[in-house]
């Protein structure tokens, strides 16, 4: 019945732009958090963009400038521009609602190659 959904990602060249959207069902959207994290081959996932329900963001340090997390409550969506992508942006990025358990959605390939 909850379910969140990730799209927009893709294959993108370095210092591109990706926009990626999460779109949630089964909750009341504009009561909870949300947050956005990736995890990259080898590696754990790590949170690297989260937003309140009353629209106070944060960022991991290595994103931090680039990319920018934003809500649409109307839609139950929320968002990740990605700017100035890097290789090490590579992953696997799946959005998440705090304070459900453990909910994620299938998550969205995003590869950053020349």
């Given at each position: 019945?909850?379910?969140?959904?990730?799209?927009?990602?893709?294959?993108?060249?370095p210092g591109?732009s990706?926009?990626?959207?999460?779109?949630?069902?089964?909750?009341?959207?504009?009561?909870?958090a949300?947050?956005?994290?990736?995890?990259?081959?080898?590696?754990?996932?790590e949170?690297?963009?989260?937003?309140?329900?009353?629209?106070?963001?944060?960022?991991?340090?290595?994103?931090?400038?680039?990319?920018?997390i934003?809500?649409?409550?109307?839609?139950?969506?929320?968002?990740?521009?990605?700017?100035?992508l890097?290789?090490?942006?590579?992953?696997?990025y799946?959005?998440?609602?705090?304070?459900?358990?453990?909910?994620?959605?299938?998550?969205?390939?995003v590869?950053?190659?020349?």
């Amino acid at each position: 019945q909850v379910q969140l959904v990730e799209s927009g990602g893709g294959l993108v060249q370095p210092g591109g732009s990706l926009r990626l959207s999460c779109t949630a069902s089964g909750i009341i959207f504009r009561s909870y958090a949300m947050g956005w994290y990736r995890q990259a081959p080898g590696k754990q996932r790590e949170l690297v963009a989260r937003i309140s329900s009353g629209g106070v963001t944060n960022y991991e340090d290595s994103v931090k400038g680039r990319f920018t997390i934003s809500r649409d409550n109307a839609k139950s969506t929320v968002y990740l521009q990605m700017n100035s992508l890097k290789f090490e942006d590579t992953a696997v990025y799946y959005c998440t609602a705090e304070g459900i358990g453990n909910l994620w959605g299938q998550g969205t390939q995003v590869t950053v190659s020349s």
